[in-house]
């Protein structure tokens, strides 16, 4: 049961919920999620570690940069239900739309110049 919680806990954050959402077209370092919801970086990173933590999201480095992605879901068959009907649910919420579109236009090499 305490992995179950753990999952439901994660995803009870609306921030989280669309975290998820977004990991679901690529991986992205945390530059990039804070930029597409507009949160401070430090908490994108608290958020992310509850993720990591339920088994939702997993992190992984690629030279300088730290990327996370959706997880397999081989942690739980918790996390991998999530996983897999989060990617058919929520698609016509207003607020996904909007991140949807906005997300293309995030690049960490113009957030790092700034």
């Not at 908490?43 to 939702?56: F, N, P, Q, V």
């Not at 997993?58 to 996983?83: C, E, Q, T």
């Amino acid at each position: 049961m305490k992995q179950f919680i753990k999952v439901m806990k994660a995803l009870s954050d609306p921030n989280r919920v669309k975290m998820m959402k977004i990991l679901q077209s690529r991986p992205l370092c945390v530059c990039e999620i804070k930029e597409t919801l507009g949160i401070a970086q430090s908490t994108a990173s608290k958020h992310l570690k509850l993720l990591e933590d339920a088994g939702l999201a997993r992190s992984f480095k690629d030279g300088l940069w730290v990327n996370y992605s959706l997880a397999d879901g081989s942690d739980s068959p918790y996390s991998a239900n999530m996983i897999g009907n989060l990617k058919h649910w929520l698609n016509d919420e207003i607020e996904v739309k909007n991140l949807n579109q906005i997300l293309p236009g995030i690049n960490r090499e113009d957030i790092v110049k700034k």
